[in-house]
C-alpha cells in the first residue's frame, strides 16, 4: 500500500501544481471505471431506460441498442457523494448548494465547476469542470439486460426527496407504474477524465467513484452498483472514448450471454484498454494490477481516517479567485 505521499510523486506529472490551475496544461489522468449492477437498477430519463443505438464492436459493426447511464446521472451522483460527505466533516459549507448558490470556492465546486448566477443577479463566478464524463456503456445489449416490472411506486420509491437531484427526475411519481429496469450483474465500462487536478481535488474526485454504490434516481432506492476502477491511464492529452473501449470489449468477449462472468469482463476490459492505449499518438503510462491496488488501498485507508491527512488537505485548497 502506498501513502499519500508515494501517490502524490507517482502522479506529479499529470496533476497541477498548488496553484490554480488558469490555464488548461492537459495533464490527464484516465480513470477506466466497471459499473457492475447489484440489485434491480433503473437509469431513465422520462420513465424509459436511457438507450442508445451503436455500432455492437469495431470488427462487429452490426447496429445493437445499449442502456446508458448518462454523463450527467454519473457526476451528479458522484459529486452528491461527496458533497455530502464534505457536509459531513465540514469542509463544504450548508450554504453551497447545487439547485441554489454554489460557493465557488470548496474542493466540489473547484473540481467539478459551478456556473454563474442567473442574469440580473451578483454573479460569483462560473469555473468548467475538469472531471470529464462520458455516457457509460452496458457491455451487453439492452434486450439481454433489461425487462419490465411493476414497482409499487409510493414503497419502492419512497418520499425522499433531495433537492441537489437532477430536475428531471425531481417529478415525483405518485402511483403504480411499470417500469424498464436493468437486471443485476449488468456490466457497464467508462472512463472519466481528470485533467489538470491538483492533488487533493484528484483525491476527492476518485474517493467519489469509489464511494458512490448508487446511480438511479434519489427517489428511488433501488439501483446499487459497484464501481471497480481498473486502470489509470496518465497521459498528455485525452485518451479514447468510453465508446471505443467498450467495442473492444464486445469483440473480445465470447459469450455475449446475460449474466456475463465478472473476471472475464474485468480481463476483457484491461486487455482492450492496454491494446488501445497502444494505438495513442502520444506517450502514456498505464497502471493496472499490484501497482494500482497500491494505490487504491492507499486512497481508501485515506478515507477511513479522513482527518488525519485528507480533510486537511482538501480544506486547503488555494482558491481561483485573484485578490
Ligand atoms: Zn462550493
Known sequence: MKNLSEIRSLLKDFIASEEFPYKPYGKCISVVVLRTTQSEAIFRTDGELNKEIVSAGVKDSSPIT??????????????????????L????????????EMCGDCVDCLTYGFAGAEKGETS???????????????????SKISDIKT???????????????????????????????????????????????RFPEFLYAIGNIMRTTRYGATTTRIGKV???????????????????????????????????DTQTVENTVLKATNQLVKSLPFSTRILTGEELKDVISGISEAYKSPEEELIPLISDLSSWRKN
Not at 448518462?70 to 460527505?85: D, L, P, Q
Not at 433531495?162 to 472512463?191: A, G, L, M, T, W
Not at 486502470?231 to 446475460?258: C, P, R, T, Y
Open 66 to 87: 445499449r442502456v446508458i447511464i448518462t454523463k450527467r446521472k454519473i457526476t451528479a451522483s458522484e459529486r452528491r457523494t461527496g458533497r455530502e460527505f464534505g457536509r
Open 89 to 100: 466533516k465540514g469542509f463544504i459549507s450548508e450554504s453551497c448548494s447545487i439547485n441554489k
Open 124 to 142: 460569483s463566478g462560473a469555473l468548467k469542470s475538469r472531471v470529464i464524463t462520458e455516457n457509460s456503456y452496458s457491455i451487453l445489449e439492452a
Open 151 to 197: 414497482f409499487n411506486a409510493t414503497t419502492e420509491m419512497g418520499m425522499m426527496y433531495d433537492v441537489e437531484e437532477e430536475k428531471e427526475s425531481k417529478r415525483q411519481r405518485q402511483s403504480i407504474n411499470s417500469d424498464e429496469y436493468v437486471k443485476p450483474q449488468s456490466h457497464f465500462v467508462d472512463i472519466e477524465t481528470f485533467k489538470d487536478l
Open 226 to 260: 459497484k464501481n471497480k476502477i481498473l486502470a489509470m491511464v496518465f497521459s498528455e492529452g485525452e485518451i479514447f472514448s468510453s465508446l471505443e473501449l467498450v467495442q473492444n470489449v464486445w469483440d473480445m468477449l465470447e459469450s455475449k450471454e446475460h449474466p456475463l
